[in-house]
Every structure is written in structure tokens, then in C-alpha cells.
């Protein structure tokens, strides 16, 4: 949705804030009243950034509010400080500080235990202002006489004082408000953003910090509350102290929510709705204090049935108005019903002997990967016990076994997602033991999963995208400000995974609308995007259809050649054409390694696997 | 100087402190280990059951007819909630789960606020608790002392619900895990609705109880509202024994900070909560990975 042409939002948003005085009053809007509203879409662009596009509720964003708003008010009026600019970001400064510092805590838990302790958090704050700091801040009065900016040119002195002059200022401020806040989302970290929104866990699996750039959202959200809060004391001309209040906080949550979360826009809307309800209802209607209770039930109302806000609903609504959607959809899944059909083929072909795999060209040779004395017990259980596996460069292995063996537990300490009670894990030489999942995929081993983990609100390319830009930048990297697309090699990358797994005609398609098969398909391309070194896959045949199977078994094929891969399956003629060598695990040991064939004919096997060939003879 | 009798009496006022959030958070802490829902809307139970006691009261007279009515009244109304709105965001993120309580939070308030208007109204204690009692080294007022007994009667009786009755049974199984509990083919949905009732009214009759000790405004809820989500955070999510220790450490470390300055109050719950996360970050009695 921000990607269309450049800078055309940019421009839009220029446009608009450039024809709102002239437009506006013929609504009834006072010229204070818009720049309220600016003040309020200017904090709530970087609580969009926390909230709607890396998914953190937060509801204390007062405490940052208050802070930036209170440091730039004490230094103007207490301190006699002369420069309003100035002051207003070392207010901003001074609250991304304290951003950082209550991030460190609060970024501790997810969920509802962090929106629990930004509450907390905002509360001690307001309670600082009031009691121990109130000689610094006014306590319960605040800090009157903040000025308004003005800035000496030389020739002639601007002064921006009240009203539609002092609009033209924070129109400014809120136009490069909107310029910062769009490249943030469009570069590298705004994807790793939604990356943690839609699914943290496997933001962490293809290896990025997601600690880190959570703290990078919340202290971004806090610097943006910063210099909105400072704004708020040069509109009022006094700096109030219930800019510390929940209430405050709880304006902000609304209003995002009104207009629209992951918009970056939502914030203002929400705030024109909100403060022009409240004059309609207050003023025109009598309502009296009663405003709030028709704002709570419209709030309450819209969270219900209109999810995604007033410009959520709107893009619905526009999208339902050109057909959009209803276009799109028979022309997407024609590629599909192509692959299918040409299915039977491509079986027919594979039943030719299996072309030998090339392998890495003088690549290294020799042991990958060497587990020993792997052992992993949860409480009384045994899951895995002293396995010993070695894996070399360029090998493709199989590994098979009946249900609870221990698989996917061991591929869990391969990738160490559970760390092992007992044993180490070599990965080309390197003591991977007691690393975490992100370092692991960092050094070039990675996982599909079992269970598809994708990131489900995004399109194709945009999570492959995602996978890949971990391999080109690292863990954590803090280009907040680089076009996605400047990345060197990415869209190659991006377009290579596409092909390999076969998703190159639907590249712009919502994860949420692909058939499970593609699903399944993207759920590899997710860990190849990240190009490892060493690929293990877990039941990447699992759930599928006969049809679907033979297509994986061919793309499998296709992804091995000069690649090293482990891949755990309960089909075993798919994984007996596939695998050089076979591991079958039973009750957490191996029990036995050898050529497909050896282990076709290993009686051990099949007593343990098939229920031995006596035991069906007997029955 | 620490003066003896003040002390003492502070410790006294953070056991009733205690006791109360201890209630209101093992409600709040029941529902979201049942139902996954963070309820943004407790304090406004809170709230409510104050004033449901405050009418029946002034109606009647009585202090017991206050406290049944008032808390039926909050159990119907979390029955009504849940059945009405939550239900259909058990399958929603949290976040919406979140955004819709404290919507429903505010609007409580404001209804509350419009019957009511924002002036304070005064409930008094019941008759028979009214005066001060002598402990001996200092007298205390007998209400206060009265409340620690009463909430200690009704966190005994939740205890009895969750961990001597079939339901509490259930509950506890769904705590641990209610995709589970379904699929014994028990009817989780209605435990749920059991639950936000049960969870409604401990906080409403905290409410009541609370009335007589503090003077009563629609704003009553909120400062408890954060409160019990110290005490959830420092006792652990999902915990009835870590609500109860929580709420304790909660009310005396409160009560015994303000005796030197009331403004660090808060500050103090702060850092013994970011002292609970560094060390504990699923709670003093939580179990880890339930969040």
C-alpha cells in the first residue's frame, strides 16, 4: 500500500497540508483545533510504527509525551533557553533516552505482560512529575509561558505565533514527521518491523535480532512522543502536566485504532475524528461531559466490526468499488491449475533414473556438521539420547522414523531452538552448542518447518524479502533511512528463491490467499531466501496431496543440487529417491545409517519401522 | 525518626491494601489464564460494585444486602460482557482483546459518570464496624481491620471454588490448557462466561468493601487497575497463589513508602516490579512460557 510511485504519498500529504487552511474552516474546523490535530497525528506516527507495523501495544506512550513536552518547556521557560527548535529536540532526545532505558524492561515480556508494564511504567512517571520532580516541573500547574518559534533569517524574522501562523509551523514539523516516518517503514528495518508483527518467531528463525529492533520501534515511538509533547507546550503556551496522564495514553491507543493501525496516517484521522466529535458533541449537541461516552461506544463499536479503521475500511471499500479483488483473483490461480496439470509429466519424467547430483565445486570437502553425544531430557522423558551424526559438505541425507523417535527434536538442537541437556553440536567446525536460533541461521543453518511459520499479513515477495535481508545485512543493522531496493543483490536473491520453489508467477500475492501447497512451498523458500549453508527440512512432504508430493519431491531435486540438506519425512519412497545416505532414529538413538538401499533391506528396520517382515507374515 | 505505633499502623493499612488488590488481582489473573483476555475493563468492575453497594445501601440500610446485590449485580453484568462482546475475540489478537476491554472500560466509567456525576459520594462503614479498635499498643479504625478479615473469607472461598469443586477443576485444566479442556468435551465456552462472572464480581466486591475506605468516584478503578497489573507482573500471569503474595508485596510496599513520602510510591512498586522481571520475568509463581 506505501509502495506505489515515489514520493507520491510525499507530495499528497505536502498538498494537504498546504490546501487544509484554505479547505478546513468551511468545515467549522478553528484553526487551534487543526493544530491539535497535527500534534496528535505527529505522536501517533511513531506509535504507528510501535503499534501497527511491529505490533507492540503500548499503552504508555504518555510517559515519553510528557518528558520530551516538559524538558523542552523547563528549558525554555525555567532555563532561558532562547532557541525553540533547539529545545524542542533535546526534549525529543531526552525522551528516546528514556524510551530506550523503559524499553529495556518492557521489551522483557510480549504480549499483554508488556502492555501491562508500559502502564505501570507511564503511571510512575506521572507520579515523578507531580511529587519529586514538581520543582522542575510545576507539579500540579504546570510550566506557563512557553513560547512560540521564530526564526531570524537575516533579512526579515518569521515569528509563527497562534493559530493558522503558528499551523504553518507545525504543519512543517509534521510534513518531515511524515517524510522520516515513511522511509523508516520502507527500509530494511520497516520490514523486519512487520516481520515481528506477523509472526516473531521465525523473524528470529531467518535471523534477525528481533530484541533489537523492537527496542529501535519503541525508542522511535519515543522520540516522535517527544517532540510532539514539546509541540503541545508551544501550542498551549504552557505545558501541562496531564500530558502524563493515562487518559493521555489511552486518546492515543483510541485514536490509532479509529483511524486506522499500520497506516501511518490512522493517528491524524483518528484525532480529526476525535477532537471534532468532541467540539460537534459538547458544543452543537449539549451533550456535556457525555462526549466521552459516545466517543468509548464508537471506539468500542468500530474495534468490533471495523478492524482495520476508518481508512482500513475505506481502502475495503474502494478496493469493493473497482472490483479489485473480485479481478484478481481467477487470474491467480490460473498459474496453479498450469503447475497441476503439468504434474503427471514431470512424474512421468522423474521415473527416468535420477540424474546424479552435482555437488559444490571445489567447495570444502568434509564433515559440515558433527553432533556427539546429543542428549536431550525433559524431566523424565528421554527425547533424544546420545546421538552421534555427522553430515558432510554437499551430502543430501534422509532422515526417517516412527512417530515420537525424537526428529524433530533433534532438528530442534541442530538449530538450537531447545538446547541439549548432554552433548555438542559442530557446525563446519564451529561449537554451535548453547548459541541461539538467530546466530545459527546468522553462520548458515536453518530450518523449514514442520508447521508452516509465515508471515501471514504480507505477500510473497515481501516474506522471502524479508528471509533474505537477513543474509545481506547481518542480525542487526540500523539503515532506518535506505530504500529496501538499494540493497545490493536482494531483488537477485528474492527472484532466485521465487523460481527455485516455483512461486515466480505470484510474487505480489498475500500469504493468506495461497493454496496449501504454495504455502508449503514459500515455508522452504523462507529458509533458502536465507541461503544456508546447511538446509535442513522438517516434513516438508507433511499434509500434502499424492499430486503436490510428486511436485515437491521434483523442486526438492531442483534446491539440492550443490546443496548441502538434511530432510526429515515420513514418506520414505519420496525420501529413499531423494537421500544419498539415510538416518532412521527410534526412541530417540539411531538405529541405523546407511545407502537407501541398505536400509531398505536392514531387517532391524523393518522390524522396528514396518512392524518386521515376520510379524506380518505371522499375522 | 520512625515513629513505632505509625509504622505498624502502616503495616496494618498495607495489609488491607494487600488483601483487597490480592482479590481484584487473582479476578483479573483467573479470567486471563482461563480465557487468554486481559480484561482493560477490571478497574471499572472495581468501580461498578462500589457503587452498586453504594445504592443498595442507601436503599436498604444494610451493609450485607450492599455486598450481595452489589456483587451479583458485577457477576451479571461480566456474564452479560462476555457473552455479549468478548466471546468474539476469544480467536482475535490480543491486541483487539485489549483495545475492546478498555473501551468497554471507558464506557463504564462514563455511564457511571453521567448517573453519578464525577462528585464523590460517601459510603459509610456498617454500623457495627464504625469506631476504632484498641490493639493494645494503638488503636486502629475497626473497619480496616474488618476488611482484611472479610477479603480473607472471600479469597478463602475462591480458593474453595478453584481448587476443591469440579468447576475449579476445569478451570485450572484450562488454565494449563483450554484447547485441551475442549476437547475432553467440556463446554469451555460456558466455563469461560463462569469464569468473567466469577472474575467480575471478586473485583466488584472489592469494590464494595473498598467503598467505605476511600470515597467513591468513576475514577476509583484506574489507579487500581495499574496496580493489579504490578501485582499480576510481579506475581506471575495466570497465578491465584502469586495474586495473593503479589497483592501482598504490592499493599505494603505502598503503604510503607508513602509513611516516608507518598510520591515514591509508585516508584518503589516500579522498581520492585523491574526487580520481579530482571530476576523473574515469569513472575514469583508464574509458570514460564503461559503468556
Known amino acids: 500500500m506505501l509502495k506505489q510511485r515515489p514520493y507520491l504519498i510525499e507530495l499528497l500529504t505536502a498538498a494537504g497540508l498546504i490546501v487544509a487552511p484554505f479547505v478546513l474552516p468551511w468545515f467549522g474546523f478553528a484553526p487551534n483545533t487543526v493544530n491539535r490535530i497535527l500534534v496528535w497525528g505527529l505522536f501517533g506516527l511513531g506509535f504507528d510504527i510501535l503499534f501497527g507495523f511491529t505490533g507492540l501495544l503500548s499503552f504508555g506512550q504518555s510517559a515519553f509525551y510528557g518528558t520530551g513536552g516538559f524538558v523542552a518547556a523547563w528549558l525554555l521557560t525555567r532555563a532561558g533557553f532562547p532557541n525553540v527548535v533547539l529545545a524542542l529536540v533535546i526534549g525529543m532526545i531526552a525522551a528516546a533516552a528514556a524510551g530506550y532505558l523503559i524499553g529495556l524492561i518492557a521489551l522483557r515480556r510480549t504480549g499483554i505482560y508488556f502492555a501491562m508494564i508500559t502502564v505501570a511504567i507511564a503511571e510512575v512517571f506521572f507520579f515523578v512529575e507531580f511529587n519529586p520532580l514538581s520543582d522542575f516541573t510545576g507539579g500540579e500547574n504546570g510550566l506557563p509561558g512557553v513560547p512560540t518559534p521564530s526564526f531570524n533569517l537575516g533579512f526579515t524574522t518569521l515569528h509563527f505565533t497562534t493559530g493558522w501562523s503558528l499551523y504553518q509551523f507545525l504543519a512543517l514539523c509534521y510534513f518531515i514527521g511524515v517524510v522520516i516516518a515513511l522511509r523508516i517503514v520502507r527500509s530494511p528495518v520497516g520490514a523486519v518491523f512487520s516481520a515481528i508483527r506477523d509472526n516473531p518467531l521465525r523473524a528470529t528463525a531467518v535471523g534477525h535480532n528481533i530484541h533489537g529492533y523492537k527496542l529501535t520501534a519503541f525508542v522511535i515511538a519515543a522520540a516522535y512522543a517527544g517532540f510532539a509533547g514539546g509541540l503541545l507546550g508551544v501550542l498551549q503556551a504552557f505545558m501541562p502536566p496531564d500530558a502524563f496522564t493515562f487518559d493521555t495514553s489511552g486518546q492515543l491507543v483510541m485514536q490509532t485504532a479509529i483511524g486506522g493501525r499500520g497506516t501511518l496516517f490512522g493517528p491524524l484521522v483518528g484525532a480529526a475524528v476525535w477532537l471534532s466529535l468532541q467540539d460537534f458533541l459538547q458544543a452543537a449537541l449539549g451533550l456535556g461531559a457525555a462526549w466521552k461516552l459516545v466517543l468509548g461506544v464508537v471506539f468500542v463499536l468500530l474495534v468490533c466490526f471495523l478492524r482495520r479503521g476508518i481508512i482500513g475500511g475505506l481502502a475495503d471499500l474502494s478496493d469493493l468499488l473497482t472490483g479489485q479483488r473480485g479481478a484478481r483473483e481467477p487470474e491467480e490461480s490460473e498459474p496453479e491449475v498450469a503447475a497441476v496439470a503439468s504434474a503427471p509429466h514431470a512424474a512421468v519424467a522423474d521415473a527416468a533414473p535420477t540424474p546424479v547430483r552435482a555437488r559444490p565445486e571445489g567447495g570444502p570437502t568434509g564433515p559440515i556438521l558433527q553432533a556427539k553425544g546429543l542428549t536431550k531430557r525433559y524431566g523424565g522423558l528421554l527425547a533424544n539420547s546420545d546421538i552421534d551424526f555427522t553430515v558432510n559438505h554437499g551430502e543430501l541425507r534422509g532422515i526417517i522414523g516412527p512417530n515420537g523417535a525424537g526428529k524433530s527434536t533433534f532438528f530442534k538442537m541442530l538449530t538450537c531452538e531447545v538446547h541439549p541437556t548432554s552433548g555438542t553440536i559442530l557446525f563446519e567446525g564451529r561449537d554451535i552448542t548453547g548459541m541461539n536460533v538467530t546466530d545459527v541461521c546468522q553462520l548458515g543453518l536453518t530450518k523449514s518447518y514442520q508447521v508452516n511459520q509465515l508471515f501471514a499479513g504480507l505477500t510473497v515477495r515481501e516474506n522471502l524479502v524479508i528471509a533474505a535481508l537477513s543474509g545481506l545485512r547481518g542480525k542487526f543493522k540500523l539503515d532506518l533511512f535506505r530504500s529496501i531496493d538499494s540493497i545490493p543483490g536482494l531483488t537477485e536473491r528474492v527472484q532466485h528463491t521465487l523460481e527455485l520453489v516455483n512461486l515466480a508467477s505470484r510474487p505480489d500475492t498475500p500469504v493468506a490467499e495461497l493454496a496449501y501447497g504454495e504455502k508449503r512451498r514459500l515455508e522452504i523458500g523462507l529458509a533458502l531466501a536465507t541461503s544456508p549453508s546447511l538446509l535442513l527440512l522438517d516434513e516438508p512432504l507433511a499434509g500434502m496431496s499424492p499430486r503436490e508430493r510428486v511436485e515437491t519431491v521434483k523442486l526438492l531435486k531442483s534446491i539440492s543440487q550443490g546443496r548441502t540438506m538434511i530432510i526429515i519425512d515420513h514418506d520414505m519412497d519420496a525420501l529413499f529417491e531423494l537421500a544419498e545416505r539415510v538416518t532412521v532414529l527410534q526412541e530417540g538413538r539411531v538405529l541405523v545409517e546407511g545407502t537407501p538401499e541398505e536400509i531398505k533391506n536392514n531387517s532391524t528396520v523393518q522390524e522396528a519401522y514396518l512392524g518386521g517382515v515376520h510379524g506380518v507374515l505371522a499375522a | ?291
Not at chain 2, 28 to 42: E, K, P, Q
Not at chain 2, 50 to 58: D, E, F, I, L, R
Not at chain 2, 75 to 81: I, N, Q
Not at chain 2, 167 to 173: E, F, K, N, T, Y
Open chain 2, 1 to 291: 525518626m520512625i515513629n513505632w505505633p505509625n509504622f505498624v499502623s502502616q503495616l496494618f493499612n498495607g495489609l488491607a491494601l494487600g488483601a483487597l488488590l490480592a482479590l481484584i488481582s487473582s479476578g483479573l489473573t483467573i479470567i486471563y489464564g482461563t480465557l487468554g483476555v486481559l480484561n482493560l475493563a477490571h478497574g471499572a468492575m472495581f468501580m461498578i460494585g462500589g457503587y452498586a453497594g453504594y445504592v443498595t445501601y442507601s436503599y436498604t440500610g444494610s451493609f450485607i444486602l450492599a455486598v450481595i446485590a452489589g456483587s451479583l449485580f458485577v457477576m451479571l453484568l461480566g456474564v452479560a460482557m462476555e457473552r455479549i462482546i468478548i466471546r468474539h475475540f476469544y480467536h482475535r489478537p490480543h491486541e483487539d482483546q485489549l483495545l475492546v476491554t478498555f473501551g468497554l472500560g471507558i464506557c463504564f466509567v462514563e455511564i457511571v459518570r453521567l448517573i453519578f456525576t464525577s462528585q464523590s459520594q460517601v459510603a459509610p462503614p456498617p454500623a457495627l464496624l464504625q469506631g476504632i479498635t484498641s490493639l493494645g499498643f494503638l488503636f486502629y479504625p475497626t473497619y480496616r481491620l474488618a476488611v482484611v478479615g472479610i477479603v480473607a473469607v472471600a479469597l478463602g472461598g475462591l480458593f474453595l471454588i478453584l481448587y476443591r469443586t469440579r468447576l475449579g477443576m476445569i478451570v485450572r485444566a484450562g488454565i494449563e490448557d483450554s484447547v485441551m479442556v475442549d476437547s475432553l468435551g467440556i463446554n469451555v465456552y460456558r466455563v469461560f462466561m463462569i469464569v468473567f462472572g466469577i472474575g467480575a464480581m471478586a473485583a466488584g466486591f472489592a469494590g464494595i468493601i473498598n467503598a467505605p475506605v476511600v470515597s467513591l468516584t468513576p475514577g476509583v478503578g484506574d489507579d487500581i487497575l495499574v496496580e493489579t497489573f504490578v501485582v499480576v507482573v510481579i506475581g506471575g500471569v495466570g497465578s491465584f497463589p502469586g495474586a495473593i503474595l503479589g497483592g501482598l508485596i504490592a499493599g505494603e510496599i505502598i503503604s510503607i513508602t508513602s509513611m516516608f513520602n507518598p510520591g515514591y510510591a509508585y516508584v518503589m512498586l516500579f522498581a520492585a516490579m523491574t526487580l520481579v522481571l530482571v530476576l523473574r520475568p515469569h513472575g514469583l509463581l508464574g509458570t514460564q512460557g503461559r503468556e
